[in-house]
Structures are given as structure tokens and as C-alpha cells.
DNA sequence: GAGTGGTCTAGACCACTCA
DNA sequence: GAGTGGTCTAGACCACTCG
């Protein structure tokens, strides 16, 4: 089974983004030029292109051209943040330390497919801030088993290789409990603030993340500035 | 200047269900019956009922029709969201209680004038499901001590009379205390979520709230979705 | 088989920008 | 004036559901 065009469009786009191929602000073949590339009517890469528009990759101009977007900085607690630059801008220092990095047994999640999994757990100043465990999509980051995470966090690689489409959170209180506790330092019991983190991307699920933070050292923030709506 | 025909259609459904003239779950015109309706090509119809559905407001199903989306809980932690609605929207009951509502001494944070307090708990079927202690400015809403917040919850009214400007949230995980604990129905110890939240209004800080969850029953989730208007 | 939505085509007209 | 995106048309084929 072969993909529908427009989303063929679509993900030569988004790839083309994600490689670096094309560069934030710059100009994107016009709507003429991808029919004649793909050989559809120009009906099939105004969807493509407007879908993409919407998801904020890209922007149009009337009359002067399609650009790849600047990437935006969302507020809050909806941002998709990288706790290294978190810790770094609080002048601190990032270690992290590998736990697991390999392949995972099918989740339900993610239809049944072999998946990749990672655990990690990161450090500011020495002391552990996050034990995060994620199970990604194969088929979105390849070669994600391939990554050195003590340089890059998972977070950072994925944002770059799957251009974020959506994302949804879960957070809650709960107690520490082996092996969480030993790895955050805690005493079992200890209250423990876990956030369960869906992000899509390319119309799939890209990735299921569990991230768990030392309730004492930890606090999530938000900042909010309703303009729509 | 008159609206295209897209978006004409888009705003005689929007209408319909905001009037309540479409109820949640209903089935909604055929593309084609809006075809003949509006007098346009199906493209235009399907460009319009389509990003109905992108925006979730209708759910589309292929071979079957398209039907007005039941309301989604997926509360915010960017949203303000009312408890009382939340509560509602799973099918439950919400009822409130009032430990507290006075005059209080003032606080740094406001710039050190007399403020108002107020102290609730939050009731889903009768389980505690929220510790809400609230400091008000006065002067953005005088009439805070007069309500009636066993019917109207102070987030509600505060909305009302003072027109959000922007929010600002923190979240954390800690170990239950009295009287929380008391309040929350919890052991001493066991996690609680706590949401403390900053709002400002007509330039001035107007509320400063925190919201104590039990762990183990709360769980706040966000949902973000890339798309303007 | 009749009806639905999902997708695509090969044109078209428009308002706009830029050189 | 040449090029861009925004929108629309009047058809079409498909996979799907339901009675």
C-alpha cells in the first residue's frame, strides 16, 4: 500500500525539513514546481501545503512564496522542553547516565510494531532531576539506537528528526517505588511527579514518555497569554 | 465583502451546534445535502467539513456520515479550566464545602495591601478531589466575599469580573500535611499534586491559588494541538 | 445497491508582490 | 507582466457501511 499523494508531498516536506535540507526561513519549491515534481494537480500540493501551514512548519505568503518556519517557542508547560537547556540556563550542569538503549517487545500504543526503548536518567550539578523512559516509534527515528544520549537527549534528537505535530500530557503525584526511587535517590514512599508525555508526528505516534521528577526538586512551569480565543 | 463560501459553511455548522440546534452525537448534513444547500462544488464542502474535524468539533466516519463531537475533557493545564465543569463533563457530580473565606492580612506578593482569602474543597461524588486556598486582590473583585461558592466556584467568578489577562502556573509533587491531608482524606506522607497559579488581570496580580490534588485520584493533562485560530 | 466520506484532476479567476 | 498563493468548479474513482 502506497501513501496518498498529498501526504507523500507532506513528508518529502517535513523530511526535507528535519535534514536540515531546507533551513528555517527559507523559500520552498512553489505549488507549480511540486506538481510538476510529483505529477499531481496543483488541488493535491495546495493541501499538502496548507496542512502544513496549519501545523505552523511552514509559512505562506500570498503572492511571494512558501517558507519553512522559524521554529517557535510555545509557552509552558506545553512546550516541548529539553531538560539539558533547562538546567543550563539555570547555570548549572547536565550529566545524564544510560540505563537502557535498545529494542522493546510491541505496544499496543503503537500497533503492534517492534519498538525502540531508552532510559535515561539526568543529573544537575550531580544529583538526579529526571528518570525518563520512552519507547519511540522505529519508523519515525530509525536510527535512534545509534544516538549518543550523554550528548544529546533523546528529546532534542526526536524534535529534530520528527517534526513535532502534536502532543498531550499526563501529570501526577505518585509514590516513589523501585526502581524509580533508586534511580531519583528517594526513599520509596516519596512523593514523585511523573509526567506521561504523547507526542505525534507525521500523522503517528511518535513517541510514549514517562518522566519522573523528585517531587521536592522539581516543579513544572507554566506561563500562559490567552491571545486566541 | 462577503465571506467564502468555505468559510460560510463552516460558520452555519459552528453556529448549529453552539445553538444547540445540533446536540453532541447528532449526524449532520450529507456533503452532498450541503452541496445542493449551499449551492457549491463538493470540494468546498469537504474543504470546510474537514477542518471542522481537525479542529474536533465534528467527527467524521467514512462510509457512515459525520456527527457533532461530544464534548472532550481535555482540560488544560493552559486552559483555565472551572473544576466544576470538569467535574461535569465525566459525568459527575461536583459539590463544594467552605472552610474559609475572609478578610486576610496582606501579602509581598501584592504589593501589600489587605487582600481577601477563601478555602474550599472540592467534592467528585463525594470524594475530595481538590484543596483550593485562594488569595483575591480587592480591588479587581470587591465583591469577592459576598459570593455564594458552594454554586459558583471562585475561578468562575473571578473570570466574570475580571477578565484574565494572562496566567502563570507551577506544579509540583509533595508529601501531604495537615490539614491538607485532613481535607484530602489522605495519611500524612502520601503524594499530593499541587498546582499553584498566578493570575493577572487589568495589569495587577489578581489571584494567587493553590490547588491541592490527592496523587493517587488527579491527574491534570494538556493537549496541544499546532493550529492557529 | 444506495449512500457516505477520502481523494484526485485539470482547468479557472482572483488579489497580491516583485522586478 | 510573470509568478505566487487562495479559492472554486464539475466532474471522477475508491473503500467503506448499512439495510
Redesign the pocket.
Known amino acids: 500500500m502506497t501513501e496518498?499523494?498529498?501526504?507523500?508531498i507532506k513528508r518529502s516536506i517535513t523530511d526535507g525539513i528535519a535534514a536540515r535540507h531546507y533551513a528555517p526561513g527559507q523559500v520552498?519549491?512553489?505549488?507549480?514546481?511540486l506538481c510538476r515534481k510529483f505529477?499531481?494537480?496543483?488541488?493535491?500540493v495546495?493541501?499538502a501545503?496548507?496542512e502544513l501551514?496549519t501545523e505552523q512548519l511552514v509559512r505562506?505568503?500570498?503572492?511571494?512564496?512558501?517558507f519553512v518556519a522559524e521554529p517557535v517557542a510555545q509557552s509552558g508547560l506545553v512546550e516541548l522542553r529539553n531538560i539539558a537547556d533547562e538546567i543550563a540556563a539555570r547555570g548549572h550542569t547536565h550529566t545524564a547516565r544510560i540505563f537502557a538503549l535498545g529494542p522493546h517487545a510491541p505496544d499496543a500504543a503503537f500497533g503492534g510494531t517492534p519498538l525502540y526503548h531508552s532510559a535515561i536518567v539526568h543529573y544537575e550539578n550531580g544529583d538526579p532531576i529526571q528518570f525518563e523512559s520512552r519507547l519511540v516509534n522505529p519508523a519515525l527515528a530509525p536510527d535512534y539506537l545509534q544516538q549518543d544520549f550523554t550528548k544529546i537527549t533523546p528529546n532534542e534528537y526526536l524534535v529534530r528528526v520528527a517534526p513535532l505535530q502534536e502532543v498531550a500530557h499526563d501529570v501526577q503525584a505518585i509514590p516513589a517505588a523501585p526502581p524509580i526511587s533508586q534511580h531519583l535517590d528517594l526513599s520509596p514512599g516519596e512523593p514523585v511527579l511523573l509526567v506521561t508525555r504523547r507526542t505525534w508526528s507525521a500523522n503517528a505516534l511518535a513517541a510514549l514518555t514517562h518522566l519522573y521528577h523528585p517531587g521536592s526538586k522539581f516543579m513544572l512551569t507554566g506561563h500562559f497569554n490567552p491571545q486566541s480565543k
Open positions: 496518498s499523494p498529498y501526504l507523500a520552498l519549491p512553489s505549488e507549480h514546481e505529477g499531481v494537480a496543483r488541488m493535491t495546495n493541501r501545503m496548507r501551514a505562506r505568503v500570498p503572492g511571494v512564496g512558501t
